[in-house]
């Protein structure tokens, strides 16, 4: 059973910064295709970025481009989304997503998510 958890959400000013974490376990990571995903009440859930567990080039959301940055560590199975420059229409829950087979950036193509986190940016 993949499970993956994440953390690090939270209130912040318009400007600032947060890091996201998402741990998986359950499973060898090493073929998942990983996604962050967010909804807010206004949206549906929108694409953020995702990336190939071995590291290939990620793909980010035009808005978030140069302000979001995806890594990966391998030896804790974690993926962290930092978040810089927040602006108020980032606010949203945020979810972490895993999946076989190529990059998606549909979240219907997303077999296993997270509970999510909220962020909230104010302005």
């Known amino acids: 059973q993949v499970q993956l958890v994440e953390s690090g959400g939270g209130l912040v000013q318009a400007g600032c910064s947060l890091t996201l974490s998402c741990r998986a376990s359950?499973?060898?990571?090493?073929?998942?295709?990983m996604g962050w995903f967010r909804q807010s009440p206004w949206n549906e859930r929108e694409f953020v970025v995702s990336?190939?567990?071995?590291?290939?080039?990620?793909t980010y959301r035009d808005s978030v481009k140069g302000r979001f940055t995806i890594s990966l560590d391998n030896s804790k199975n974690t993926v962290t989304l930092q978040m810089n420059s927040l602006k108020a229409e980032d606010t949203a829950v945020y979810y972490c997503?895993?999946?076989?087979?190529?990059?998606?950036?549909?979240?219907?193509?997303?077999?296993?998510w997270g509970r999510g986190t909220q962020v909230t940016v104010s302005s």
């Open positions: 990336i190939s567990w071995a590291g290939s080039y990620p």
């Open positions: 997503a895993a999946r076989y087979g190529a990059l998606s950036t549909q979240a219907s193509e997303y077999s296993y």
């Open positions: 359950g499973r060898t990571f090493s073929t998942f295709k």
